[in-house]
């Protein structure tokens, strides 16, 4: 017979939190707004999912902007990413 563990038997509630776990370095968030801005503008047909993935690749392109190991080039293409997230986020908005 199997049974089934009970999730609210831990302390921490909240399946997605792990304080422990390492952050992703500069280059993974990177690599994370340049394939949400291909995404996007794979998207032409849905301005809803355009939109989301163009907010996601913004805030990716912000947070290596803010990190203090980043190198010049991922600043340089960070800018870049920034730029086309905005422009999406503009040609979207309602």
Do not use: K
């Not at 997605?16 to 291909?38: C, E, G, M, Q, W």
């Not at 849905?46 to 990716?60: I, T």
């Amino acid at each position: 017979m199997t049974t089934a563990t009970n999730p609210w038997a831990a302390t921490d509630h909240d399946p997605t939190s792990n304080l422990n776990a390492a952050a992703p370095s500069t280059a993974a968030v990177l690599s994370y707004a340049r394939a949400d801005i291909h995404t996007a503008v794979s998207c032409a047909d849905d301005p809803h999912r355009r939109r989301q993935y163009a907010l996601s690749a913004r805030d990716n392109a912000v947070t290596v902007l803010l990190a203090g190991d980043a190198t010049a080039d991922e600043l340089r293409h960070a800018e870049y990413y920034l730029a086309d997230a905005e422009a999406f986020i503009a040609a979207t908005a309602s």
